[in-house]
């Protein structure tokens, strides 16, 4: 695709509930990253993947929170009972390659938990 | 104490005034700095990207470093209503994990 995209783009869950939020990156880009941005907060760094593999998870909130990447390409960020305190709006970003300064990121997925 | 702080505003100015965006840091190993530009319900892009101290213009935008006081500011002249979005700034020290600021928001007025 042209950029990257996120699905879906608002989620609405009870506490309690699983969650799986997608990435697809920008097509050749090797590099993804997931953020979470909450209300008056600044981007905070989750994971980040190169390939399929993720050498830095240490940004992951709790145990409760994991992704994988697939083929190099599509992530899936799931946060199992959730929490009111996961909600936010989770970003994905992409590069070229891990340290390429420029990511590119998705519109994000606004997530809400009741 | 943060990583970076930043002040949220909100700022506003009127068109065509200069605007003055700044962030301090604490980490005197950060070496990446940019800023990106975030619409609303969109995600952050990146405008500028400065390597150590120094300064870098690209058109009405410019993007200054100091490092010995661990202060970066990014200075929009000729300021447009659609240059109305919030501003985060970031860094690094690897070029790898990425810090960022809470974000500035910026209204211009016609």
């Known amino acids: 695709g042209a950029g990257v995209s996120q699905s879906p783009s608002n989620k609405v869950t009870e506490k309690g509930k699983d969650v799986e939020l997608r990435c697809d990156p920008i097509?050749?880009?090797?590099?993804l990253y997931w953020y979470r941005q909450s209300l008056g907060q600044g981007l905070e760094f989750l994971i980040y993947?190169?390939?399929?593999?993720?050498?830095?998870k240490s940004g992951l909130p709790s145990d409760r929170f994991s992704a994988e990447r697939t083929g190099g390409s599509v992530s899936t960020l799931t946060i199992q009972r959730t929490q009111q305190e996961d909600s936010a709006v989770y970003l994905c970003?992409?590069?070229?390659?891990?340290?390429?300064?420029?990511?590119?990121f998705g519109a994000g997925t606004r997530l809400s938990v009741l | 104490q943060k990583e970076v702080e930043q002040d949220p505003g909100p700022l506003s100015v009127p068109e065509g005034a200069i605007v003055s965006l700044n962030c301090t840091y604490s980490?005197?190993?950060?070496?990446?700095f940019m800023w990106y530009r975030q619409y609303s319900r969109k995600g952050p892009e990146l405008l500028m990207y400065t390597y150590s101290s120094g300064n870098k213009e690209d058109g009405r935008f410019t993007a200054q470093v100091d490092k010995s006081s661990k202060y970066i500011s990014l200075f929009i002249r000729d300021s447009q209503p659609s240059d109305s979005a919030t501003y985060l700034c970031a860094m690094s020290r690897t070029g790898n994990q990425f810090y960022f600021g809470t974000g500035t928001s910026l209204t211009v007025i016609p």
């Open positions: 097509s050749g880009h090797t590099a």
């Open positions: 970003a992409s590069s070229l390659a891990h340290g390429e300064r420029a990511q590119y």
């Open positions: 980490n005197s190993a950060f070496q990446y």
């Open positions: 993947f190169q390939g399929n593999s993720a050498p830095d």
